[in-house]
């Protein structure tokens, strides 16, 4: 499974974007759905009951994205690059 998010701050002249891919599971253990469910988390769609999924993560990457007047150009920001 795939999850992936973005914002941007204008303020700031920047955007991002992180991409995680990984092994989804749905969280059924009461105690851990309780926790959850006291979060200040929002659901994406309204549903009777709460439903979680963990998402553990085997690969990270993102980018930074830098905006400039006129244009946009695209940092790519990978943490398995080793520095030269």
Do not use: C, N, Q, Y
């Amino acid at each position: 499974m795939t999850f992936e998010a973005d914002d941007l701050e204008p303020a700031l002249r920047t955007a991002w974007s992180v991409l995680l891919t990984g092994t989804a599971e749905a969280v059924t253990d009461p105690p851990e759905v309780e926790r959850l469910a006291s979060l200040p988390l929002a659901p994406w769609l309204d549903s009777p009951r709460p439903v979680f999924i963990r998402l553990t993560p085997e690969k990270i990457t993102g980018r930074r994205i830098p905006l400039h007047p006129g244009g946009v150009t695209t940092e790519h920001i990978d943490p398995t690059d080793e520095p030269s």
